[in-house]
């Protein structure tokens, strides 16, 4: 694109080479002085005189959904794969909408065993097509819209998308005509979205509405999911004894399977509470075994918080470079799931196990790595209250060392190298 004052540039879809993009706009910036890029990404870039503007989901129309702009966008790239394809007819557009529901149902259905992170791959890869659908049925079957919204609450809260997640949360439960039990799904997604967006306050009173969901529809598993909000609420605020009763009763209490997610969740909450009360060996004893239980089933989101906590654990220790193992088996989980919350989170608990052990200038690098992975998140740095002291002897370890200005340099390097960062914070020679 191109006037005579001005000329701009267009890149679409940053986020997949983040680091080649910047460096390709340095580059043109340096050549163009002039030049105006203009680029869309699910993560910044990072660069010194970047203005981000963030975009909310495509529009919807009430009771119209071929005026939606996000169902014309399905229509299109189902043009694109299949020409000639028509989804202008009800029926057509009903089949559309009924393949978004099976993925995300199936993924869902799959989420604790060994396909869990094939779960995530097609329900990210598929990030366009479920919000057309739920545009469509937001606005012509307001149950089944916030059934699916529910469901893919939690995969969107982990992979990037809260900001949609919340969006299409709040607009479904704010419709009439939903079942209780789909409301009470909803409302515990929307806490979980709420508590990764520091919202504590109302997560806990949405934890407490679905808890007595629960019990007045006797839902086992329902109970389980309420507990695990109320619990990683209460870890969040400093509260890890009221954390760990409400996970340890609704375990005792409940008869759900015990390969369920709910339950699975519950047990994580566990491991993490006694971490906090300082129960170590009773929390590395809950976390073993937890692990091999994901282990066998091949499931890898709790697997990567356990080995979290097991290097968190190790830190307290004194046990740097067992931090470290776990800390980089934690992170190829959360890479294999697209995770950025609980890459972010890796990247700083290794950052403390390499200062920890003598390598204060690769901890700078990769504290700036995880500064923009939480940037892309969408927050500031979040976790349990135990991890902040852990981030600031990090911080004072490395500025010891290093001084103000080498620290500052190296967390810069990192902050614009994210890539070469994660490929030094997997490396088990770094």
Same mark, same amino acid.
């Given at each position: 694109m191109a006037r005579r004052d001005r000329e701009t540039a267009g890149l679409d879809s940053c986020e997949h080479l983040v680091d080649e993009c910047r460096l390709l706009i340095s580059d043109l910036l340096t050549a163009v002085p002039a030049l105006t890029v203009l680029a869309t990404s699910r993560q910044t870039l990072q660069l010194r005189d970047e203005c981000v503007v963030e975009i909310g989901p495509l529009s919807f129309a009430d009771g119209d959904p071929k005026r939606s702009d996000a169902m014309r966008l399905f229509t299109s790239r189902a043009a694109e794969v299949a020409p000639g394809t028509d989804l202008s007819s009800p029926s057509a557009q009903a089949a559309a909408v009924a393949v978004c529901r099976r993925l995300v149902a199936h993924a %869902?259905?799959?989420?604790?065993? $060994? @396909?869990?992170?094939?779960?995530?791959? &097609?329900?990210?890869?598929?990030?366009?097509?479920?919000?057309a659908a739920l545009d469509h049925l937001l606005a012509v079957a307001p149950a089944e819209g916030l059934d699916l919204a529910a469901r893919v609450g939690f995969f969107w809260s982990c992979c990037g998308h809260l900001h949609e997640a919340r969006a299409y949360l709040e607009r479904g439960l704010a419709l009439h005509g939903v079942p209780q039990s789909v409301r009470g799904r909803g409302l515990w997604a929307l806490g979980v979205v709420l508590v990764l967006q520091g919202e504590y306050d109302q *997560?806990?009173?949405?934890?407490?509405?679905?808890?007595?969901?629960?019990?007045?529809? %006797? =839902? +086992?598993e329902a109970a389980l999911a309420a507990a695990y909000l109320l619990g990683i609420t209460y870890l969040m605020t400093g509260r890890p004894l009221a954390a760990h009763t409400a996970a340890e009763r609704a375990l005792s209490d409940t008869q759900a399977d015990v390969g369920s997610a709910a339950r699975l969740r519950c047990r994580l909450v566990a491991v993490f509470a006694c971490t906090a009360l300082g129960a170590l060996s009773e929390a590395e004893t809950l976390a073993r075994r937890l692990l091999a239980d994901c282990d066998r089933t091949g499931e890898v989101w709790a697997r990567s918080y356990l080995d979290y906590q097991l290097a968190l654990l190790a830190?307290?220790?004194d046990r740097?470079?067992?931090?470290?193992? &776990?800390?980089?088996a934690m992170l190829q989980g959360?890479?294999?799931?697209? +995770?950025?919350?609980?890459?972010?989170?890796?990247?700083?608990?290794?950052? #403390?196990?390499?200062? %920890?052990?003598?390598? @204060? @200038?690769?901890?700078?690098?990769? $504290?700036?790595?995880?500064?923009?992975?939480? &940037? *892309?998140?969408?927050?500031?740095?979040?976790?349990?209250?135990?991890?902040?002291?852990?981030? @600031?002897?990090?911080?004072?370890?490395?500025?010891? #060392?290093?001084? %103000? =200005?080498?620290?500052?340099?190296?967390?810069?390097?990192?902050?614009?190298?994210?890539?070469?960062?994660?490929?030094?914070?997997? +490396?088990?020679?770094?």
């Open positions: %869902e259905a799959r989420w604790a065993g $060994s @396909e869990q992170v094939l779960a995530y791959r &097609h329900v990210n890869d598929a990030f366009p097509d479920i919000c *997560a806990e009173q949405l934890g407490t509405v679905c808890t007595r969901l629960a019990q007045q529809g %006797e =839902d +086992d830190l307290l220790q740097p470079r067992d931090a470290a193992v &776990h800390a980089r959360k890479q294999l799931l697209g +995770d950025r919350f609980g890459t972010a989170l890796g990247i700083d608990v290794l950052a #403390a196990a390499l200062a %920890e052990d003598g390598r @204060e @200038e690769d901890a700078a690098l990769l $504290s700036g790595v995880g500064q923009a992975y939480w &940037h *892309a998140v969408g927050h500031v740095q979040r976790g349990t209250p135990e991890l902040a002291p852990v981030r @600031e002897r990090t911080r004072q370890l490395a500025l010891a #060392a290093l001084g %103000e =200005d080498v620290y500052a340099l190296a967390r810069r390097r990192g902050a614009q190298d994210t890539e070469g960062g994660l490929v030094l914070a997997l +490396d088990d020679g770094c």
